[in-house]
């Protein structure tokens, strides 16, 4: 037999071999248990408040013909988004889809336009091929504008537009609604992030006049103690707090008040040691220039008698109460527009805490916690209300600035070390972390999968086990620099955009970490790590497109500055390039290059793992790269000489 005959009859065999992993899925399979499905959609706290109340949220489950997973989705709008979104190369087509059947269910719109039904009302299932849905109509969900709703009956949909607008389409038509794409381009982001850095800097703005208020009280002059200078001081008026120190027992402030001191070297605000320092359950408080020491030292609130407000049987009371309720500096407690500035906090337990409190600005902050994590707790908690914290400075301590359930949190300019995470979204979206410099942590910045919609950019994260971690759905991480971590970057969550990162001398450069391979990783700048990406055990593999894998076989040989070749990251013989002598020769020879090509025709044969399909012949941002390579070397965390690390 020739070698032709040889050539055929091993493809031919190949893709015999392959045919089970490519045939479309039994069309006889139904629904399975929602909760064996992978989750999508919708933040995890509307999935609760769904849970707990009559709010309803239309569901979806897809079979995907290349995809191992039965993906659930949370709102059948999420579910069109994403068709109208991911690449088909992502998952395959979709095979099978069934969405909630609402027929003979009582469905009805609260105040909010939210779509209610009652809480004993059946789960069940109908194909989307059967199905009519109602597009358009006043109903709405958390988070979407808009929702989509199903029914098995052409009848209950047409009586469902007649209460509430909308029209009925079957589910071709379903999928063209006009509902908008999930992620956002590169260009959306930047304009997104110009967008929220002008909010932030109107709110820092409108809070920095109150330093501007008149003075209607000197301590020591006008009030022997600054308590009674804040019994007395009328509204909307400055306190002025000479050099020296100053003790008080619990300061309650209940109207709009500045207080302000001539320097945090020199005025010093020293609490009892028992409870919090300053409390201020009124809009609009300052507190500037001056230094807080004294903080009681019970961090939580977990054993304390408090009013929470959320229901004491709410999936988030006990988040609210261990993390809002502990020892702080500063409390500001439905104290909106509040801010502290120019200050130096001293703590063995919290820094500030702003609970319900929209729009507090906390800038040019000095704060020292602990120097062993586990003894102290947070600097900065934004409980339930945006906040700005800017130009400041965190030192020790367990977490430097910690968002729950806030809408917009920016920290910015901000330098952060020796803590077990620098910056904590927990629930929260819209968080944004911009130039600031984190160091020495557990986690630099830890988005939670709960979260949406957070920019972390152009920030500087080194020397800790995880660079930056984000997950959730619809994120923005681009222009940061992360080296000398143990994992640079985790890719994880969905619908997210990496790009324009330098990931350099890291034990591993990027860690993949997602079911769904919806992220778009491009233009990064990926070098002199240990391992370039490691991927989880989960077999998906992860098409990425543009990125510059420094030491990547392959020429540029048209001068289109991208490699001739696609780049497997994760594989068996591209991820050692750089630490295997003979890999460079064995990843250009015939049979490698046919096996992959074959693999490109056969998505039986596909392997998971990352692939990038035009990687860069030179560097994305060679000016950062020229100054990274100038600055660092050697792989992994090293030792520094102050005394701010984190040990575990």
């Known amino acids: ?24 899925p039994d069309t006889r399979t139904a629904t399975v248990p929602f909760e064996q499905t992978k989750e999508t959609g919708l933040p995890d706290h509307v999935v609760r408040e769904a849970d707990s109340s009559d709010l309803i949220l239309p569901k979806a489950e897809v079979y995907y013909s290349q995809y191992r997973y039965v993906v659930g989705y949370y709102g059948v709008t999420s579910l069109v988004a994403a068709l109208q979104t991911q690449q088909t190369e992502a998952f395959g087509p979709p095979s099978r889809v069934y969405v909630s059947d609402f027929s003979g269910i009582d469905l009805t719109l609260s105040d909010t336009g939210h779509l209610r039904a009652p809480q004993t009302a059946p789960t ?9 849905f109602v597009v358009g109509s006043n109903a709405t969900i958390p988070t979407r504008d808009t929702t989509i709703v199903p029914f098995s009956d052409r009848a209950d949909a047409v009586s469902f537009t007649e209460r509430y607008g909308g ?102 605000i020293v609490g009892d040691g028992n409870g919090s320092v300053i409390t201020a359950d009124a809009p609009q408080t300052a507190i500037t220039d001056l230094m807080i020491t004294g903080v009681g030292e019970n961090r939580s609130g977990r054993d304390r008698s408090v009013n929470v407000p959320v229901n004491d049987s709410a999936w988030n009371y006990d988040i609210w ?51 062993e994590w586990d003894d102290g707790f947070i600097g900065v908690v934004a409980l339930g209300g945006r906040a700005v914290v800017q130009d400041s400075s965190f030192h020790g301590g367990k977490v430097g600035v910690y968002a729950h359930e806030s809408n917009g949190v920016v920290v910015r300019n901000a330098s952060m ?19 600031s410099t984190i160091e020495d942590t557990w986690n630099a910045v830890y988005v939670e999968h709960r979260s949406y919609g957070s920019v972390i950019a152009g920030n500087h994260l080194r020397n800790s086990r995880n660079g930056v971690l984000v997950a959730g759905q ?10 000398h971590n143990r994992n640079g970057m985790t890719v994880r969550g969905e619908f997210s955009r990496y790009e324009h990162n330098v990931i350099a001398y890291n034990v591993r450069g990027v860690r993949t970490m997602s079911f769904f391979p919806t992220n778009r990783v491009t233009e990064n700048d990926i070098l002199a790590n240990g391992r370039p990406v490691e991927i989880d055990e989960f077999n998906v593999q992860h098409v990425w497109s543009g990125n510059y894998w420094r030491g990547a076989p392959g020429l540029d040989a048209d001068g289109d500055g991208r490699l001739s070749r696609s780049y497997r990251a994760t594989g068996a013989v591209d991820s050692r ?24 025709i056969v998505p039986g044969l596909r392997s998971g793992g990352v692939v990038d399909d035009q990687p860069r012949s030179r560097p994305a941002s060679p000016d950062v790269v020229r100054r990274v390579t100038e600055t660092y070397d050697g792989v992994g965390q090293h030792s520094d000489p102050d005394p701010w690390d984190f040990s575990d």
Do not use: C
């Not at 619809?474 to 080296?483: D, M, S």
């Not at 064995?586 to 049979?591: D, I, K, M, Q, R």
């Open 1 to 24: 037999m020739n070698s032709r005959s040889l050539s055929v009859a091993f493809v031919v065999l190949v893709v015999l071999g392959a045919i089970p992993f490519w045939l479309t």
């Open 124 to 132: 069940k299932w109908v194909d989307a091929r059967d199905a009519y």
């Open 167 to 268: 029209e009925v389409q079957q589910w071709g038509g379903a999928q063209q609604a006009s509902i908008g794409r999930l992620g956002r381009s590169s260009s959306e982001w930047h304009q997104v992030v110009g967008q929220r850095q002008d909010r932030a800097n109107a709110t820092v703005e409108t809070a920095e006049r109150l330093r501007n208020r008149p003075v209607s009280t000197v301590v020591g002059r006008d009030a022997s103690t600054l308590t009674d200078a804040v019994e007395q001081a009328p509204a909307n008026t400055t306190i002025h707090v000479p050099a020296g120190t100053y003790r008080v027992d619990d300061l309650r402030i209940e109207k709009p008040l500045t207080i302000r001191g001539v320097g945090r070297n020199a005025t010093r």
């Open 321 to 371: 109460k261990v993390h809002g309720y502990g020892d702080a500096a500063v409390v500001f407690d439905t104290a909106g527009e509040s801010l502290v500035s120019s200050v130096r906090i001293n703590t063995t337990s919290n820094g500030i805490i702003s609970r319900s409190s929209p729009n507090v600005s906390v800038t040019n902050l000095t704060l020292y916690g602990t120097k």
């Open 417 to 435: 070390e020796g803590m077990m995470i620098g910056v904590f979204d927990f629930y929260g979206i819209r968080t944004m972390v911009t130039n």
């Open 474 to 483: 619809a994120n923005y991480i681009a222009e940061n620099v992360l080296v």
């Open 577 to 600: 390039i750089t630490d295997v002598p003979g890999t460079p020769t064995l990843a250009e020879s015939p049979a490698v290059t046919f096996l992959r090509e074959l693999q490109e």
